[in-house]
């Protein structure tokens, strides 16, 4: 079972919620997909995420793929630690391996995500 204390999207990335913060990341079914990774482009500070929408890419040795905004808001820090290091996500995608922090800008969107049970299950049925 993925860790309850967050959200998820179907797309495999989940966010944590922290006051009126919100820590994103990929879990770790995605990890295990891409395997080998070798690059990952996290936007800059400041940027304005949308929900839904690309906010990063992560390369590995067999593709390049977008990774999508759970929620809206605004990037306030990168995980510097994982940007020298991508096998951080590999050994520790729930804790270590967050990708940006972000000021949520509608805090209410999180409610709309699927909780792990029912992540769990949009694996069961791909």
Known sequence: MR????KYLKSHE????EGEYAYIGITDYAV????DLVFLDLPDLGTDLMKEEPFAEIESVKAVSDLYC????EVV???EELLG???ILTSDPWDKGWMVKVRMQIPSEVD???DAAGYEKSLDDA
């Open 70 to 73: 759970p929620i809206t808001g």
């Open 3 to 6: 860790p309850e204390d967050r």
């Open 32 to 35: 295990g997909h891409l395997s």
């Open 77 to 79: 820090e990168q995980n």
């Open 14 to 17: 989940w966010v944590k919620v």
């Open 112 to 114: 709309q995500l699927l």
């Open 85 to 87: 290091d991508l096998n």
